[in-house]
């Protein structure tokens, strides 16, 4: 089972920034594509970003286009999502796992409360 541990969630004001971390316990992620999801109250969970296993290709959802990076360094086994002009929409539980949709992901850590708000 592939843990990952979600970390830099927090309180932000509008327009603010936060950058989020993932890291893998007890194997390396450098053979996966890495996603980053969230899950708002009363909202199915979503796809915010991915990138492949290298780094080479990255997705991102239309909603976050333009104001999110994600990106990984392999030698320190962790995945970054950079969060910049945040909105109160945005305001989610926000979650890594091995693989880029939903559907695909068999295991889900704690997740990282994002709240945007002033």
């Known amino acids: 089972q592939l843990q990952l541990v979600e970390s830099g969630g927090g309180l932000v004001q509008p327009g603010g920034s936060l950058r989020l971390s993932c890291a893998a316990s007890?194997?390396?992620?450098?053979?996966?594509?890495i996603g980053w999801f969230r899950q708002a109250p009363g909202m199915e969970r979503e796809e915010v970003s991915c990138?492949?296993?290298?780094?080479?290709?990255?997705y991102y959802a239309d909603s976050v286009k333009g104001r999110f990076t994600i990106s990984r360094d392999n030698a320190k086994n962790a995945v970054y999502l950079q969060m910049n002009s945040l909105k109160p929409e945005d305001t989610a539980v926000y979650y890594c796992?091995?693989?880029?949709?939903?559907?695909?992901?068999?295991?889900w850590g704690q997740g990282t409360q994002v709240t945007v708000s002033s």
């Open positions: 796992a091995a693989g880029c949709w939903v559907e695909s992901v068999h295991s």
């Open positions: 007890g194997f390396t992620l450098d053979h996966y594509a």
């Open positions: 990138i492949s296993s290298k780094g080479i290709i990255t």
